[in-house]
């Protein structure tokens, strides 16, 4: 019963500190990468914050597990799209001029800082591929109804890592 409510509150903190607003977040900025479903969340020293992927899968039945199994697809075609923008994209020249795009159109910075910074960053996700991966958490999910879909966002982020490493070590996993 002790370890219980020891979880439950863990899960409490961890809910509030990952939702929870960031004071740093003024110097935050996010690149869409509309053509991979990802979203890329940094700080302008090239720290990443949170990446986002979108997965979408068709519910092809009326049966009660339908929409279970399409979110579970979805999940599956999100995780798949970072792994492929993080081997694909992240490699590419595309990679740094959108980077760089968006740190000039926030207003931050010359041109050639705002490259090294997209170069930082990408080098900061390079190193973190592994943890990022493994460290995915399902955000949101939600049917649509037009397109008869499940559609699921997938993030990623240290602070996230951090709060599934402090319940694991909570329950002495």
């Known amino acids: 019963m002790k370890k219980l409510a020891t979880f ?5 903190l961890a809910g509030c ?3 929870s607003g960031n004071k740093n977040d003024v110097h935050s900025v996010t690149t869409e990468f509309v053509s991979s479903n990802i979203k ?17 899968a068709r519910v092809t039945s009326n049966l009660p597990s339908a929409r279970e199994e399409a979110a579970s697809m979805a999940v599956l075609k999100a995780r798949r799209q970072l792994s492929e923008f ?13 980077i760089t795009n968006s ?6 910075g010359q041109t050639d800082i705002n490259s090294n910074i997209a170069y930082d960053l990408k080098e900061n996700i390079k190193q973190k591929s592994s ?3 493994m460290g995915t ?5 939600r049917y649509d109804e037009a397109s008869k879909s499940m559609v699921v966002v997938v993030r990623a982020s240290p602070r996230d890592r ?8 909570t329950l002495g996993m």
């Open 8 to 12: 439950t509150v863990t899960i409490m």
């Open 103 to 108: 740190l000039q159109r926030s207003n931050e």
């Open 131 to 133: 943890a990022i991966l």
């Open 162 to 169: 951090k709060a599934m490493n402090q319940i694991r070590g």
């Open 137 to 141: 958490m399902v955000e949101s999910e």
């Open 40 to 56: 890329v969340t940094y700080t302008r020293e090239g720290d990443v914050e949170m990446i986002q992927s979108i997965g979408a």
């Open 86 to 98: 993080i081997k694909v994209e992240l490699d590419s020249e595309r990679f740094v001029a959108t």
């Open 17 to 19: 500190s990952t939702f």
